[in-house]
């Protein structure tokens, strides 16, 4: 079957850096996408990765290492506004996403 | 990036009556749409893909008599709950695939809720 995790909570301190983790099982793989959803909000696109390697965007960057099916997003500089979940998607060989359940990061001053 | 509209945004409907949510993709043409379903602390669910001019084809457990799904045009997709009742109160939110990218645009959401 086809699997993604990522943990279900994260805890951190404003000013801070913190990394997300995902591994991912799935039937073939085009992509993996990270989203960032705020409470009663749709999710809003955040990075791309279908390379090997660290794509960095700001305060946001993405690593992804295929050979492993892992990933994880890194958030530097964290601020209050970045309390949210943020969710992991891996785009198959049909091209569907297939989703993770989220992690709900929390930060704290 | 590109935009995806849902209309309305939130709606409250008494039980048994029909509630229809479009969405449209405002600056592109999306062979694919999708619909999902959210309940509070949980993750996206998909419910259906809609391709355009076809059937859309509904996720294991969801009913396609109850969720109706029409996708007549490239930029127009619609989602009818049919006879709703208190437990299809959920936040749902399409997305819109573009013809010449596999990136997924997502709507604002409708919150529905039924009386």
Redesign the interface.
Known sequence: GQNIDQPTEMTATEGAIVQINCTYQTSGF??L?W?QQHA??????LS?NVLDGLEEKGRFSSFLSRSKGYSYLLLKELQMKDSASY?CAV?DSN???I????TKLIIKP | GAVVSQHPSWVICKSGTSVKIECRSLDFQATTMFWYRQFPKQSLMLMATSNEGSKATYEQGVEKDKFLINHASLTLSTLTVTSAHPEDSSFYICSARDTADHEQFFGPGTRLTVL
Request: glycine residues 20%.
């Open positions: 085009n992509g996408f989203y009663g909000e749709a999710p809003t696109f791309y969710l785009t091209y569907q996403l989703w993770g359940a989220g």
